[in-house]
């Protein structure tokens, strides 16, 4: 498995945050009060919404529910309460089709481009070059690369940009260090010229 494989499961496997664990709370709450009303609800609705939850995605809190088992767990109080909310059904929605992995990982390559912004002519300029990385290294169609991009050719070029932007890092300190000790600053050229960030001409609005 790849690092950008591993980089789209480990997103779903990550811990839902306090506003999702709130959604859940709420769903459960809406399938405990359709049980009343049916008659069906003889236990404690702590012990009715772990065992739930178990049923669902097979963890017993809330607070261990991971990002890639919150679809699942909605979609099951959904069934159960006779229809979630619509908020709930565009995640459970979005869950399903890949397009939430898709969305984390657009997300982080966004955060990575504003990292390397300073080594590549500003924000503008680092989106520029995860750009012609799309298009070139994953044969995308000009004009709608990160439109057409899959997680996993997101985080990709995401681990291409980190690492080459750390490389040039390395070298600028290494100049830095050779030139504050009285070395030959001419030492970063003798390996050829440094290969330039390729641009595309076109940014991500």
Not at 137 to 159: I, N
Request: aromatic share 6%; proline share 1%.
């Amino acid at each position: 498995m790849d690092k950008s494989e591993q980089a789209v499961r480990g997103a779903r496997a990550a811990l839902i945050g306090k506003a999702e664990i709130k959604r859940l709370i709420m769903a459960s709450k809406r399938v405990d009060k359709a049980q009343m009303q049916c008659g069906l609800a003889d236990e404690d609705f702590n012990v009715f919404r772990k065992a739930a939850l178990w049923e669902a995605v097979k963890v017993n809190s809330f607070k261990a529910v991971s990002h890639g088992q919150l679809g699942r767990a909605l979609k099951y109080f959904g069934e159960l309460s006779g229809g979630g909310t619509r908020a709930d059904a565009r995640i459970v929605r979005r869950e399903e089709s890949g397009a939430s992995d898709r969305a984390k990982a657009l997300h982080v390559l966004k955060v990575t481009c504003q990292q390397c912004a300073d080594l590549m002519g500003g924000y503008q300029g680092a989106e520029s070059y995860a750009t012609a990385l799309l298009r070139k290294t994953h044969k995308l169609p000009e004009g709608c690369e990160w439109e057409a991009a899959s997680a996993k050719q997101l985080w990709q070029v995401m681990f291409t940009l980190r690492n080459r932007a750390a490389a040039k890092r390395a070298k600028a300190r290494c100049a830095a260090s050779e030139q504050a000790g009285g070395g030959d600053d001419t030492q970063a050229g003798r390996g050829g010229r440094e290969e330039a960030f390729p641009t595309s001409g076109k940014t991500n609005q």
